[in-house]
């Protein structure tokens, strides 16, 4: 009888069992000590290869790997992950208790090619490739240290700031001080090696990676350590190594073993980035940054990662695992509506206030105060960065408050009253508030973003249960999302508090985010329940985000010839709308053009689908889409006071001449003013009109 064929997830889980009995048989040892701390180090360094690559084979299965249908596949994939994870902590742990104490002669070599301390070495090894030292030759000492920086992908990192251990297996580390990152942990703490040896974990917002170096800042160091006169022959022959070294790395010329393992060609990977200091570290030597300051997490994220985390990519249709049907959109056949779909977690709640929150010091002019927030579980985004500015008094600095009170419609931007639709299956999912300024400094105009604090809710109890609606008061904690027991500079008491009145005084004194559950009408929740499955967003523009997804469906799913149909759609509501929800005075534009159109319809009109959509598409075109190409307005920069104004102005008198055009021609769409001269717009693309379902979809 043939023997059964197992699938992937069996397979990785046999493999979790294998490296579980060896663990197990490893403590057993040690607590033994049947062998030396030596070989059980290695052992253990072993493992924890082995462990972190079935947890990246893991992390790579998908349900379509499986030969045939597993039962609560996510589930049994999780469980593995945490098993893996859990195996890996005690590994790290182990590690820690076997590693030697003091400086091995294996490290210093090592870092002998971080720190390019040696220059004589150097020179020897570049003149001659065959002498040996002791009896051991330079090839082997070479192989020896590039064998000790790869093992388990280690990493060369600068220390960005001063960190003092406080428990036990803590590494302290020095501003500007070189590390080599021995293992990357998921939870933020990096295990770590400093030049003599030492060992311990550290955060890895404390650390900044490097790559690549400028030779002639090489040469400077050279000639400030050695005082040598004799410059231009070095710095020719550096030339020469620098070339050969170029050839070598793209392949183009002969790849010498030795000279690959020098000093210069390891510290030319390293130099350029440890050499750059930002304006957050600057400011932060200087004093003007209150402790528990970061460098922002989400707002990084937004910057570096394109649109993965942007509005615009999360209202876009996502695709089944088959990849010819969709996941999230779908049509009532009776109706001819979007179907509506239940989420595991589907909330809404207002941004209050912040109390406490510590202010820059001097140096930095404060271009905006603001929240950005997403869906969390502890360990990773699982929604796009939402971003709320908060109302700033001069005379209570302190206290950020947001949804002003003022005439007229609220900016979508100062709009606390958010919700959040999510389908994740965490335990642990929350939202994730993270309280940031962007700042320019004074001296020198550089920009930045810092993280003032950041705030967590678990939108579920311990026993899985969602939470009530009330208000909660969240404490602001220090650092970044990833750090534990890091507190903002608050006008807090020090020591700890002798009496209860201190104990008041000190609640009182520390930073805390204020927000508030609440419910919605049953025409707000039905609106919701069209939307994707996950979406972070303001209440208020609802409805253009369900008359978008309106339009969205009737396109993909009944106006395409077939369903694996993949050609260009003629639509240019549904090619330029997402960009709206990375330009929010856009959106501003168009829900103020709706109101207004709301306003004229009857009540017939307004439960009329067919007539809402053709509306719709007219208010769209007359307003922000001619807005969106014309060559008068300027780019969208966040939190540039200059730019803003001047988009307010083209806007402004954009919508004004739309408007007088249409009351004089007596047209309500008013597109003949894209031929007006006065008008001057940006040259053609054809992404304009037509919307990509390959490109666009998730």
Not at 690 to 695: A, K, S
């Amino acid at each position: 009888m043939p023997l059964k064929r197992r699938g992937p997830l069996q397979l990785i889980q046999r493999e979790a069992d294998e490296v579980k009995r060896q663990v197990d048989s490893l403590v057993k040892d040690v607590r033994s000590k049947l062998e030396t701390n030596e070989e059980a180090f290695r052992r253990c360094q072993e493992l924890q290869i082995s462990a972190e690559k079935t947890l990246k084979s893991l992390q790579k299965l998908t349900k379509a790997d499986e030969l045939a249908p597993v039962g609560n596949y996510d589930e049994r994939k999780q469980e593995e992950e945490r098993r893996l994870q859990n195996l890996l902590d005690s590994l790290n742990t182990l590690a820690l208790d076997l590693s030697p104490p003091g400086p091995s002669n294996e490290a210093q070599n090592a870092f002998k090619y971080v720190d390019g301390v040696d220059e004589d070495d150097d020179q020897d090894n570049s003149e001659d490739d065959d002498d040996t030292d002791n009896g051991v030759g330079e090839d082997e000492d070479g192989s020896k240290a590039a064998m000790l920086l790869s093992q388990s992908d280690p990493q060369i990192y600068k220390v960005l700031s001063d960190f003092k251990g406080e428990q036990e297996g803590d590494l302290s580390v020095q501003r500007g001080q070189v590390l080599r990152i021995i293992r990357k942990t998921a939870d933020g703490w990096w295990l770590a090696q400093d030049t003599k040896g030492n060992r311990g974990v550290v955060p890895k917002t404390f650390l900044k990676s490097g790559s690549g170096v400028d030779q002639e800042d090489d040469n400077e160091e050279e000639n400030d350590d050695d005082e040598d006169d004799d410059d231009g022959d070095n710095d020719d022959d550096d030339e020469k190594e620098e070339s050969e070294e170029e050839k070598d790395e793209d392949g183009e010329g002969p790849v010498d073993s030795k000279e690959k393992h020098s000093s210069t060609s390891h510290w030319s990977t390293i130099r350029k980035p440890l050499t750059k200091v930002d304006a957050t570290d600057v400011l932060s030597a200087m004093g003007a940054i209150p402790s528990g300051f970061r460098p922002s997490t989400l707002s990084k994220l937004l910057v570096e990662e394109g649109v993965t985390y942007r509005g615009s990519h999360y209202i876009q249709p996502e695709l089944s695992q088959s990849q010819l049907s969709f996941k999230d959109l779908f049509l009532d056949p009776d109706s001819g509506r979007v179907r509506a779909r239940q989420v595991r977690t589907c909330v809404c709640f207002t941004l209050w206030s912040c109390r406490m929150i510590p202010t820059p010091g001097v140096g930095v002019q404060v271009l905006s105060r603001h929240i950005r927030l997403c869906a969390f579980d502890g360990v990773q985004v699982l929604s796009n960065i939402h971003t709320v500015r908060a109302a700033y008094n001069p005379k209570s600095p302190k206290t950020w408050s947001f949804s002003p009170r003022m005439t007229g419609m609220l900016p979508t931007l100062l709009d606390g009253d958010c919700f959040l639709r999510c389908n994740s299956q965490s335990p642990n999912l929350g939202v994730l508030f993270e309280l940031g300024v962007t700042f320019i400094r004074n001296s020198t105009g550089e920009r930045g973003e810092l993280s003032c604090g950041w705030a967590f809710l678990k939108l579920s109890d311990d026993a899985g249960n969602p939470l009530l609606n009330r208000t909660y008061e969240l404490p602001v904690n220090g650092g970044t999302p990833y750090e534990k027991d890091v507190s903002v500079a608050a006008a807090g008491l020090k020591g700890s508090p002798g009496s209860v009145f201190q104990q008041m005084l000190q609640a009182r004194r520390q930073a805390k985010l204020i927000i508030k559950l609440r419910s919605v009408s049953s025409r707000t929740r039905t609106q919701l329940s069209v939307l994707p499955d996950t979406l972070l967003h303001c209440v208020s523009c609802v409805h253009l985000l369900v008359l978008h997804r309106q339009l969205l469906a009737d396109t993909l799913l009944m106006d395409r010839p077939t369903m694996q149909d993949a050609d260009l759609i003629c639509s240019p509501v549904l090619s330029t709308f997402p960009e709206l929800l990375d330009q929010v005075d856009l959106l501003d534009v168009l829900r103020s053009a709706w109101l207004e159109a709301e306003t004229n319809m009857s009540r017939a009109q307004k439960r009329d689908l067919p007539y809402l959509k053709q509306e719709f598409i007219k208010v769209y075109m007359s307003s922000v889409y001619f807005l969106l190409h014309s060559a008068s307005l300027p780019d969208y920069r966040w939190a540039d006071p200059s730019s803003e104004e001047q988009r307010a102005r083209v806007i402004f008198s954009n919508l004004e001449a739309l408007k007088t055009h249409q009351r004089t021609s007596g047209q309500s769409g008013g597109l003949d003013m894209f031929f007006d001269p006065v008008h001057s717009h940006l040259g053609f693309d054809v992404t304009e009109l037509t919307f990509d379902l390959l490109r666009a979809s998730r």
